[in-house]
């Protein structure tokens, strides 16, 4: 049976490595790097609730394709901000976000007169309420549904070894954010290696043929992947979170021999008010 382990998940439990064999003032940190991983893990378990500030940045770059290809017109060149902020009840996994968007030229279709989206968001239950600038709200019905506690240990098991074989860890100096001391981490993740070692948590990969996998892994060589993080020395809560991926992409398959895209996004969350009261209902 494939496993498989939550984005969110997964983003903590790589940020988990980096804490293996450092010691600083503050609470303790296991120099074992399972230990750090369940310590650390087991940590944010008791964040019942917090407030998220988060900015999104990413740009796109194709070029190399036949002039009449209609991906020239719409993301030659793309670019686009989001910026969110509110609250979340992790008990109920709820949510309340509010945010912008610029998208370039896809604004002006979305919005139309306006140089930036508006949207909103509220999760609760199993149906998501949303809203663009001022328009009706709208529903849909969500996959609510959680993994196996058997399954979450499999995972967390799996991703242990992964980080093992993937990541280089590095301790950065020492932060204060917004007032709040912290252990300041960064890792870096192989993108060769990391897909073979996907694959094969995955049990997928008897199904993909070697070609296809060293296809895979030719054009993901030059891709990089860094994450870091920030984590209360006091708590040992994760304050404040970066992610960067770049995708550097040649030797597309089906696509002229000088095709290439460039992609780079950028995420940093901030977490704040942590296991302060929320409340989060549907809108009328």
């Not at 149906?127 to 001022?134: I, K, L, N, S």
């Not at 074989?165 to 981490?185: N, P, Q």
Request: glycine share 6%.
């Amino acid at each position: 049976m494939k496993r498989r382990v939550s984005t969110p998940g997964a983003l903590v439990l790589i940020a988990m490595l980096a804490v293996a064999g450092c010691q600083s003032q503050g609470q303790a940190i296991p120099n074992d790097p399972v230990e750090a991983v369940k310590l650390i893990a087991d940590k944010q378990t008791e964040i019942k609730s917090q407030h998220l500030d988060l900015t999104l940045d990413l740009t796109l770059e194709i070029s190399g394709l036949a002039s009449d290809d209609p991906i020239n017109f719409v993301l030659s060149d793309f670019k686009a901000n989001v910026t969110a902020a509110g609250d979340v009840d992790n008990v109920s996994e709820n949510l309340k976000l509010s945010g912008k968007a610029d998208l370039g030229f896809l604004t002006s279709f979305l919005a139309p007169g306006g140089d930036e989206l508006t949207f909103d968001l509220v999760k609760v239950g199993d149906t998501m309420h949303a809203r663009v600038g001022e328009e009706d709200w709208t529903e849909s019905k969500i996959d609510t549904s959680t993994s196996s506690a058997n399954d979450n240990a499999a995972s967390l098991t799996d991703f242990s070894r992964l980080l093992k074989k993937v990541a280089k860890a590095e301790r950065l100096s020492d932060e204060s954010i917004d007032g709040v001391d912290t252990y300041h981490f960064k890792v870096t993740l192989d993108p060769v290696d990391l897909i073979s070692e996907l694959a094969e948590i995955g049990g997928s990969a008897a199904e993909i043929s070697p070609q296809d996998l060293a296809q895979a892994q030719d054009l993901l060589k030059d891709t990089v992947i860094d994450f870091e993080m920030w984590i209360g020395k006091s708590d040992l809560y994760i304050r404040q979170q970066k992610i960067h991926l770049k995708l550097d992409l040649k030797n597309l398959p089906d696509s002229p021999p000088e095709a290439a895209i460039l992609a780079e996004l950028n995420i940093t969350t901030k977490n704040s008010k942590i296991n302060e009261p929320v409340t989060i209902t549907a809108p009328k």
